[in-house]
C-alpha cells in the first residue's frame, strides 16, 4: 500500500503536469483544487524539488514546474522516492534488501519465492507507468 505521502506527490505532479509547461503552478493551488494539506504538499514539493523533478521560482509569477519531461518520469521513482522499499518483504527487495530472521536459507524459501515472482510483477508495471501515462489516463 502506497502513502498518502506518495498518493499527494502524484497527484501533484499530475496536477503540474496538465498545466501549460510556461506556467509555473502554485502550492496554494495545487493544495486548493487536489484537497491536500498545504504544509503537507509543501514538504513533499520540496522533497520532489531536492530530488529534481521539479523546478521551483519565488515571487509573484512563481511557483513549480515540472523539471522532466511527463514521459521521463516513471512511477517507480516517485514511490521509491517517497515510500522507499517497493517489495512487500524486505528478504526481497532489490534496493533495501534485508535477511529474514526466521528462514534458514532464502533460495528454500517458497514465501519468498513467490513474493519475488510478486515484486517483478510490480515492478515491471511502475517501470512502464509514466507521469504522462497517469496524465492521459486521467483525460
Known amino acids: 500500500m502506497i502513502s498518502n505521502r506518495c498518493k499527494y506527490a502524484l ?3 499530475i ?3 496538465k498545466q501549460d509547461k510556461a506556467k509555473s503552478v502554485l502550492s496554494s493551488e495545487i493544495s486548493k483544487d ?3 494539506p498545504k504544509k503537507f ?3 513533499i514539493l520540496r522533497d520532489l524539488k531536492n530530488a529534481q523533478f521539479l523546478t521551483s521560482k519565488r515571487g509573484a509569477r512563481g511557483g513549480y514546474k515540472l523539471n522532466k519531461e511527463p514521459e521521463e518520469v516513471t512511477l ?3 514511490i521509491r522516492l517517497m515510500d522507499g522499499p517497493i517489495a512487500l518483504l524486505p528478504c526481497v527487495s ?3 534488501h534485508q535477511t529474514c530472521d526466521t528462514c534458514m536459507t ?3 524459501c517458497s514465501i519468498r519465492n513467490v513474493f519475488i515472482e510478486v515484486r517483478d510483477a510490480t515492478l515491471d508495471i511502475y517501470q ?3 507521469l504522462a501515462g497517469l496524465v492521459k489516463k486521467e483525460k
Do not use: D, F
Request: hydrophobic content about 40%.
Open 11 to 13: 497527484k501533484a505532479l
Open 15 to 17: 496536477y503540474i503536469a
Open 34 to 36: 487536489e484537497n491536500i
Open 41 to 43: 504538499l509543501e514538504n
Open 76 to 78: 517507480i521513482e516517485i
Open 94 to 96: 532489490l534496493m533495501y
Open 106 to 108: 532464502e533460495e528454500t
Open 128 to 130: 512502464k507507468t509514466t
